[in-house]
């Protein structure tokens, strides 16, 4: 499970799916809970929502690939 104890926090499985949609990317998460990016630019926001929101502005083409591979077979 995702987000109990015991288990895997969600933060980490985020990182892990962040790291899949923007490969170019260098993506962590600070210490003090800071979304980080490092690429062509460095980009650092204090919530998930605006870190994933800088990183498809920053690599509209890899969010673009991400969202296409989302998408259900009709």
């Not at 990182?15 to 650092?44: Q, Y």
Request: glycine residues 10%.
């Amino acid at each position: 499970m995702i987000g109990t104890s015991g288990t895997v926090p969600a933060r980490a499985v985020i990182l892990v799916v962040l790291r899949r949609m923007f490969p170019a990317w260098d993506i962590h998460l600070c210490g003090r809970g800071i979304w980080r990016a490092e690429g062509p630019m460095l980009i650092s926001a204090s919530s998930c929502d605006g870190f994933v929101q800088a990183l498809g502005d920053a690599d509209p083409e890899a969010l673009a690939r991400a969202a296409e591979g989302l998408r259900l077979p009709a």
